[in-house]
């Protein structure tokens, strides 16, 4: 996707559509950290500790009963 930066006041904005706050599960209240190198920005969505907690518990069960199967298919 390619998007323009619009005029907002003394600024400029980038409109993010309805259908990728949705994909990203974030409404227009959801705050994002914002990081550059210099040359791209990555926005990231900024968690609550009690989502984070449910994210981690699930990545640490994927580990547990797939982490071998992974394993295998990254050799």
């Known amino acids: 996707m390619i998007k323009k930066l619009t005029k907002h006041g003394n600024s400029y904005a980038m409109v993010i ?3 990728i706050l949705e994909l990203l599960h974030t409404t227009p209240d ?5 990081i550059s190198d210099g ?5 990231t969505p900024v968690r609550s500790s009690e ?3 449910k994210f981690d518990e699930a990545v640490a069960m994927v580990h547990k009963r797939f982490g071998k199967a992974m394993k295998r298919l990254a050799e």
């Not at 040359?39 to 926005?43: A, C, G, H, P, Q």
């Open 17 to 19: 559509e309805k259908p």
């Open 30 to 34: 959801t705050p994002f950290e914002i």
């Open 39 to 43: 040359r791209s920005l990555v926005l």
């Open 51 to 53: 989502e984070s907690k």
